[in-house]
């Protein structure tokens, strides 16, 4: 386990001059875990969303959406998230990124109940993963170890409601529609061999 300590020196730079170091060495002996408990689990369990933070070897930062079923991203074990890796636009900029600065951070967030919950850790990724079975359309498994587990303030989170979920989310029994930008002509001849885009009829550009 991490022995990192919370806060750094710009974060108690800013802490002074705002005369909030005793609330925050406060919050982070009341809120901040190493572990996952019940709560965490049932929050990061109803999310169809994540947001991933990453970082190149050099300190580049990057910042993902990341969506599937409520319930794509599980708690393995007390210190352990587990996610997919599904089809995307091929770029990999967060999941190259763990292949050369593992440290992640992830933002979940309630729309609906106005909660959200960060998990900062390490992440690898895993091809092979016995997790992958149980998710079609995974091409592999993040597994994050969480160093650091804590909730934020919910006052500016709007309240939001869910219409309808993504077509394109891969569920067992059912093939998601193709993405039109696969289908541009300047973009299909570029796809993997196996991709089904690549024999698709091209659809008129968006305005």
């Known amino acids: ?21 005793r609330v925050a060495d406060r919050l982070e002996q009341v809120t901040l875990r190493r572990a996952f408990d019940d709560g965490h689990r049932k929050l990061i369990a109803r999310q169809s969303h994540f947001f991933l933070a990453t970082a190149d070897a050099d300190g580049w930062p990057d910042c993902s959406f990341k969506g599937g079923a409520p319930g794509f991203v599980r708690v393995v074990d007390d210190r352990t998230l587990a996610f997919p890796g599904y089809d995307g636009n091929g770029m990999f900029r967060s999941l190259g990124n763990l292949r050369v600065n593992p440290r992640v951070g992830m933002l979940f967030i309630d729309f609906e109940a106005q909660r959200r919950l960060r998990v900062n850790g390490t992440a690898n990724l895993h091809l092979d993963d016995p997790l992958r079975a149980e998710y079609p359309g995974a091409q592999l498994i993040v597994r994050v170890t969480a160093e650091a587990i804590f909730p934020n303030c919910p006052r500016y989170i709007p309240r939001l409601q869910l219409l309808e979920p993504s077509p394109y989310v891969p569920r067992k029994g059912y093939e998601p529609p193709v993405p ?4 541009w002509p300047e973009i299909r001849d570029t796809l993997p061999a196996d991709d089904p885009a690549r024999g698709g009829a091209a659809p008129d550009r968006p305005e």
Not at 3 to 15: C, I, V
């Open 1 to 21: 386990m991490s022995d990192r300590p919370m806060y750094h020196e710009g974060m108690r730079a800013l802490q002074d001059a705002f005369d909030s170091r």
């Open 180 to 183: 039109a930008w696969k289908q």
